[in-house]
């Protein structure tokens, strides 16, 4: 038996474990019990799915049966008024919202593509000073609005900038709020452009400037544009940073970027009806809300949808 | 014609190599200079953000601590800035904080991890590729909305539901919660399904192949094996639901009391910022500096949570890619 070995042992009782193994489940299949448990978990899963849906679709449906009486196109053209809420509108409050916008694209673009640009491109990773960028940049990607709202406050309203409470300062907070998000997804976007392309485009003799022109962004764009669409519908929705910096005011005018006689937006001045006593108000700021979710929902799919349909298999 | 000329010579003498030619871009490239150094800036104005929000909560909040000590204010349990004689008690709005959190993270960790689970190991292609993008979508839906929501909604529901809690006025710290919990699960889901995705086949199939059922490779092998992502997911939830304002603002209240039942009014930390920073308050008054002692706790308080979060998803890129 000596000569034979542990090895030989041990194959054989591997042998016969594997042998007992395999007639024990063909004999036996899976046991009642675990198929029971199995169900039983499924179904679990499946409640907690549909829970979760079913939460947010009672929202979209809450509020539209809620404003079913005020949704007209009325809505979109009649001003704000504190008097007659079944007459009133958000006509200016969308049309500071669009100001907010046109704003936070401006100037989250180029800055947002840039940064990413330069980490994914040109930054040495290995010195400290880019990681500390990196690292920097998730940290505020989830930083509370609200913080923003009080650096909007104490930084551009008042203080270095001192620009008042006009509409441009919330143009800039809501920027600085949503310019994180530009970054990463534009990172992203960049980074799943394999490296073959950037070495095939410098073995041609392209420089790092012309690669990122010709042949990176190109190839990442419908990342970016997901990235940028996703921000701009969160600066839309983005109502407490707002409330710091001066939108809160009434206004039955439309807004002007630089005047200082006060500015609202859409989502803020939903929160001034919510807000109110009378019952006719929490009609109008259903609606309000019905606006909202339509066009976010509409940003939001249309930016998730050119996400999976222009996403490259390299 | 000198050139050939100098090489023939070149070759005619036996000299050899023709002289290196200059592997030199031909021109100082300075366009592309001044785009790098464009571009560094970009992404250092990232860090000048952080640098301007810490500078803009430290400078007043040390104005404030000149007139509250720190110890009056992180341990005191009466919270009421706005009167006189004002009292600066942190406690109770932090604690409104921790408790609408503590609701929304019970409704939404089961929900999202339950969600993920089945869209990561039950789900059909097909229906992955319809729910996982439906979850993204309403991941975006405004927080004003949703307060609202709660407002009129789901509170009226609860106390139709469970009619013998001691209901009061409109607004409840624990529905605030349950619509904050609503907020968060699309985000506990998303980021938990990609955790769980991650996990290689091969850890699953060998499961299989030592007759697991699919339950048990669903919560032995593939949970396991996905958690620091998933703990990343609750915890990066924790931190949006500890910052969020709207909802709290309309649905659980305004009043700061040192209390954790389901059914009263609540004021938190950012509903309190909210709430004083929308009145008209004077510049420099023990107020204003108020509010940026509670965005300073505020941002810490988030902050930690984020770089705990930060962490475990390092942890789980390196185990796995």
């Given at each position: 038996m000596a000569a034979l070995g542990p090895r030989a042992e041990r194959t054989r009782l591997a042998a016969a474990g594997a042998r007992s193994a395999t007639e024990a489940a063909m004999l036996s299949g899976q046991p009642l019990k675990d198929v029971i448990k199995g169900r039983v978990f499924l179904a679990l899963l499946l409640a907690a799915l549909g829970l979760a849906l079913l939460g947010l679709a009672a929202l979209v449906i809450d509020a539209v049966i809620d404003g079913r009486s005020m949704l007209s196109l009325d809505l979109l053209t009649n001003s704000a008024s504190r008097i007659s809420p079944e007459t009133a509108g958000y006509a200016n409050a969308i049309y500071g919202t669009i100001l907010l916008i046109a704003g936070v694209l401006v100037m989250t673009v180029p800055i947002g593509v840039g940064s990413a640009i330069y980490l994914e491109e040109y930054a040495d990773r290995t010195k400290w000073w880019n990681r500390a960028i990196e690292l920097n940049v998730q940290n505020l990607a989830a930083v509370p609005s609200i913080v923003y709202g009080i650096l909007g406050l104490a930084f551009i309203v008042r203080g270095p900038l001192d620009l008042g409470f006009i509409l441009f300062a919330g143009s800039i907070t809501l920027s600085l709020l949503v310019l994180p998000t530009v970054i990463i997804a534009a990172r992203e976007a960049i980074r799943a452009v394999p490296p073959s392309i950037r070495e095939g485009s410098f073995a041609l003799g392209a420089t790092r400037l012309q690669t990122v022109r010709r042949q990176i962004l190109p190839a990442a764009i419908p990342g970016i544009a997901t990235g940028v669409i996703l921000a701009v519908s969160r600066a839309a929705g983005e109502t407490a940073p707002l409330l710091l910096v001066g939108a809160a005011t009434f206004v039955t005018f439309d807004p002007t970027v630089f005047g200082d006689n006060g500015y609202t937006a859409l989502p803020v001045m939903i929160f001034n009806n919510a807000k109110q006593a009378q019952p006719e108000f929490h009609v109008l700021a259903a609606a309000g809300i019905v606006v909202m979710l339509v066009v976010i929902l509409v940003m939001n799919s249309f930016a998730i949808w050119l996400r999976n349909r222009y996403e490259q298999k390299w | 014609m000198e050139a050939r000329d100098a090489i023939g010579a070149s070759r005619a003498t036996g000299a050899g190599i023709r002289p290196p030619r200059s592997l030199q871009a031909p021109s100082g490239r300075y366009g592309e200079r001044a785009v790098e150094g464009l571009l560094a800036l970009c992404a250092v104005l990232s860090i000048v953000t952080t640098t301007a929000i810490v500078i803009s909560l430290l400078e007043p909040s040390i104005e404030f601590f000149r007139e509250v000590p720190i110890r009056d204010f992180l341990f005191g349990t009466d919270w009421a800035p706005t009167f006189t004689p004002a009292e600066f008690g942190v406690l109770p709005i932090v604690l409104a904080t921790m408790v609408t959190t503590f609701w929304g993270l019970l409704v939404a960790i089961p929900l999202g991890i339950g969600a993920a689970i089945y869209l990561s190991e039950y789900a059909s292609p097909r229906v992955r590729k319809i729910v996982k993008p439906t979850l993204e979508v309403l991941a975006g839906v405004p927080t004003v909305a949703i307060g609202f929501f709660a407002l009129?909604?789901?509170?009226?529901?609860?106390?139709?539901?469970?009619?013998?809690?001691?209901?009061?006025?409109?607004?409840?710290?624990?529905?605030?919660?349950?619509?904050?919990?609503?907020?968060?699960?699309?985000?506990?889901?998303?980021?938990?399904?990609?955790?769980?995705?991650?996990?290689?086949?091969?850890?699953?199939?060998?499961?299989?192949?030592?007759?697991?059922?699919?339950?048990?490779?669903?919560?032995?092998?593939?949970?396991?094996?996905?958690?620091?992502?998933?703990?990343?997911?609750?915890?990066?939830?924790?931190?949006?639901?500890?910052?969020?304002?709207?909802?709290?603002?309309?649905?659980?209240?305004?009043?700061?009391?040192?209390?954790?039942?389901?059914?009263?009014?609540?004021?938190?930390?950012?509903?309190?910022?909210?709430?004083t920073a929308t009145g008209d308050i004077a510049t420099g008054t023990i107020t204003y500096y108020t509010i940026f002692a509670v965005g300073l706790l505020l941002f810490l308080m988030t902050l930690i949570l984020n770089m705990i979060s930060i962490r475990l998803v390092r942890r789980f890129h390196e185990a796995y890619e």
């Open positions: - | 009129f909604f789901l509170r009226p529901l609860l106390e139709d539901l469970l009619p013998f809690l001691p209901w009061s006025g409109p607004q409840a710290a624990g529905v605030a919660g349950l619509a904050v919990g609503l907020m968060i699960v699309p985000i506990i889901a998303s980021l938990s399904e990609d955790a769980m995705s991650a996990v290689p086949m091969g850890l699953r199939e060998a499961g299989y192949g030592l007759g697991a059922t699919r339950m048990r490779v669903a919560t032995r092998i593939v949970f396991p094996a996905a958690l620091s992502g998933i703990v990343a997911s609750i915890v990066l939830a924790t931190s949006r639901a500890v910052g969020e304002t709207m909802i709290v603002l309309l649905a659980a209240g305004a009043s700061p009391n040192l209390t954790v039942g389901f059914t009263e009014s609540v004021q938190t930390m950012t509903a309190f910022i909210g709430q």
